[in-house]
């Protein structure tokens, strides 16, 4: 069992998440692995003779943009349907859009990588019409257009193992991919704080009184609220955008527990409603900065 099962079947004692999400959750989880290992059966994903960091990062640009991924055709075959069956599975009301959407994507496979761009980007066409099509919402249809993105996007960052260093850069948004952060983390080591991109996992180091997604730095108007103050867990909001982000404090931890970001954000379902009642809004799910939107 990996680090990742070990730590999500750990939440099944914790009252604030049902078994049944946990099952939910290692299910994509156990997806998005397998396609990476078919991925990783081809060579990857990207030409990496492709990439030029300096150059890219020095306009502002992630180092990937969209049209350097390979989504490789067969794979995205299998991975709809795998992403559909755990998505009806655990809840059936959404049985027929999902059969809708499958059918349509059997009929035009070539618009598969479209949808996973539109999803991610927030670009509106196709996902307006699979939206009347499937009469699923549009958020619906973006989370599984980001499951299928996932792996494709996670090995690539694996594979190009970018380093950030020092303040070389200070965007809210992911020097690798340009996806928004998942979550924060303050590192145990220093107190650093850390963003985790929700994409493609990169973390990069970012000032703590900024808002990563408007870039106000005016901490008047930047705030934080706990729900337990012995709680590693907090939510950072900006009263500029009216977005927020979840931070977990390793140093809060037990000794020898690390944050595992992507669980953390499970575990914490309950700060996702908390700050929805204050009427902040998610900031990780705003569009992927790419440069060939
Ligand atoms: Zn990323
Ligand atoms: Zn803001």
């Known amino acids: 069992m990996d680090g990742y099962t070990q730590k999500l079947n750990a939440l099944k004692d914790k009252e604030c998440v049902s078994a049944e999400q946990v099952n939910f959750f290692t299910a994509l989880f156990d997806i998005n692995n397998k396609v990476k290992q078919l991925i990783d059966n081809r060579n990857g994903c990207i030409q990496l003779q492709n990439i030029a960091p300096a150059e890219r990062h020095a306009q502002g640009l992630p180092l990937l ?19 559909c069956a755990v998505i009806t599975y655990y809840n059936p009301a959404s049985k027929p859009g999902i059969a809708a959407l499958t059918v349509f994507f059997q009929k035009e496979p070539d618009k598969l990588q479209q949808f996973i761009k539109d999803g991610c980007t927030g670009e509106s066409s196709l996902m307006d019409s699979l939206a009347r099509l499937t009469a699923m919402n549009k958020n619906t249809l973006a989370i599984i257009a980001n499951c299928l993105a996932k792996p494709f996007f996670e090995h690539a960052a694996a594979q190009l193992n970018f380093k950030i260093k020092g303040d070389q850069w200070s965007k809210g948004y992911c020097p690798v991919c340009g996806g928004r952060p998942l979550m924060a983390k303050f590192r145990r080591d220093d107190g650093k704080r850390i963003l985790e991109c929700s994409l493609c996992g990169t973390n990069w180091p970012f000032l703590r009184i900024r808002c990563p997604f408007c870039d106000n730095d005016d901490k008047d108007t930047l705030q934080f609220f706990f729900v337990d103050d012995t709680s590693p867990y907090r939510v950072d909001v900006c009263d500029k955008c009216r977005k927020y982000i979840k931070t977990v404090d390793e140093r809060k931890l037990p000794e020898n527990e690390e944050a595992v970001v992507v669980i953390d954000d499970i575990a914490t379902a309950y700060l996702d409603v908390a700050a929805g009642n204050e009427k902040y809004g998610c900031g990780c799910s705003e569009s992927v900065v790419t440069a060939d939107s």
Request: proline share 5%; net charge negative; charged share 25%.
């Open 65 to 83: 943009t969209f049209n350097d991924i390979e989504f490789h055709a067969d794979i995205l075959k299998t991975l709809l349907p795998d992403v």
